[in-house]
């Protein structure tokens, strides 16, 4: 028996055999305790060419895969051999990737946790236990953006390594993932009553979290050290510099990471004078990082699909932003008792009825602070977004007279 198991295809013929029998409606669990007494343990690598040349062979479409892809989870669970997966170095994509599994894997105790009171849920306690489920539901719909930078950044490079199978498995398991938190929401908003809203857990939040669980497994013992074994630091590094354009997933990540390549590849990094032109002068990249670190203003913009697309980080900002909400409708990022202004200042400006709001906080933390929202419009009046502008004004407040340019001499001396 160990020279079968110690024979890559006659193992992966093993595997693919028992993954029909799976298709073709076999008991999981006895396939599973098949699987451990057979091969012991399965390289990662294996799993994905058996998937692949499942979907090749047209043995299985798909579609078909797809449907049976949690049955293939349960019974692959913790019998993948990642003894030869890569050492991921800090900063890395998939470094983030991992970090943000963690901080997924964190609210998902925190649902169960939640969840456990449901049974005898009465309903005097159900507005308190809804506020806390859709607290967790929207933390984890920030997981979207840990799945486009998968299906936008990793899966193209992995396509031209001829890799389509787990890409196209995964990226069908994130749309459903997606269509379940949506039914999520709107079961929420219904105003469930503590029966439905048990029902709304069977039936919904929990299949939705137990989806996302299994996504991680497959992500950390498929697809991540397949992904380090197949693409090219380069590669790896176009991805690197393109994450932010995407946002971050519950989690921040301060390490920076610049692999050892070839200074022609480097110049992929688009780090240049003058990187920036604009109408009325141009930039560099660290000029334009620069000036709005230093700003005396903190600055939020969102586009006019009301995600948020841009935060000036400045080491002083009065409310504090990090990078986990780029890319998050702007409506997330309100508690819900100030939603619905929110969703007005909007309306009123993609509407044209409106081009500012303005707002002031006497005493936040013993400072006076502005808020102005502006609408953003383009050359012919169309609506691009709003920037929201934050000040401390305290000390501006205070002016009086006149203090002139020449003002700065007589101090200086």
Request: net charge negative; charged share 30%; hydrophobic share 40%.
């Amino acid at each position: 028996m160990s020279e079968f198991i110690n024979n890559a295809t006659q193992r992966k013929e093993m595997l693919r055999h028992l993954l029909l029998r799976l298709h073709a409606g076999d008991n999981p669990e006895v396939l599973r305790q098949r699987l451990i007494e057979v091969l012991q343990h399965i390289p990662y690598n294996e799993v994905v060419e058996v998937e692949q040349e499942l979907i090749s062979s047209q043995a299985l479409s798909e579609n078909e895969i797809l449907d049976f892809c949690d049955l293939h989870t349960a019974v692959l669970d913790g019998s993948i051999d990642l003894s030869g997966a890569k050492r991921i170095p800090a900063g890395h994509p998939v470094d983030t990737f991992k970090k943000e599994n963690a901080a997924i894997k964190a609210e998902i105790e925190r649902f169960r946790e939640i969840a456990r009171g449901v049974n005898g849920l009465s309903d005097a306690e159900l507005p308190d236990f809804i506020l806390k489920v859709r607290e967790v539901l929207n933390h984890l719909a920030d997981i979207d953006k840990h799945y486009r930078r998968k299906e936008y950044l990793v899966f193209p490079f992995l396509e031209k390594h001829e890799i389509t199978g787990p890409p196209t498995v995964m990226w069908g398991k994130h749309d459903e993932i997606r269509e379940l938190m949506k039914a999520a929401f709107e079961m929420l908003a219904e105003h469930p009553t503590a029966d439905e809203m048990r029902s709304a857990l069977s039936l919904v939040i929990n299949p939705l979290v137990e989806l996302i669980e299994g996504m991680i497994m497959k992500e950390e013992e498929i697809l991540f050290p397949m992904a380090m074994d197949t693409l090219t630091e380069e590669e790896w590094y176009k991805i690197y510099q393109e994450t932010t354009e995407f946002g971050y997933c519950l989690f921040d990540p301060t390490d920076e990471w610049r692999p050892a390549i070839n200074a022609q590849a480097e110049k992929q990094e688009y780090i240049h004078s003058d990187a920036i032109r604009l109408s009325s002068g141009a930039f560099d990249l660290d000029e334009l990082e620069a000036l709005f670190v230093h700003l005396p203003i903190d600055i939020t913009f969102v586009d006019k699909h009301d995600k948020v697309r841009f935060f000036s980080h400045s080491p002083k900002r009065l409310f504090e932003r990090n990078r986990s909400i780029i890319g998050r409708d702007v409506r997330m990022c309100h508690p819900p008792g100030s939603v619905h202004i929110v969703e007005r200042i909007i309306n009123d400006f993609k509407s044209g009825k409106e081009n500012k709001a303005c707002f002031w906080i006497s005493n936040f933390k013993g400072r006076f602070v502005h808020i102005e929202y502006t609408a953003v419009r383009g050359k012919e009046g169309e609506y691009l977004g709003v920037v929201e502008v934050t000040q401390d004004i305290t000390d501006l407040r205070k002016l009086e007279g006149d203090q002139r340019l020449l003002s700065y001499e007589r101090k200086a001396n």
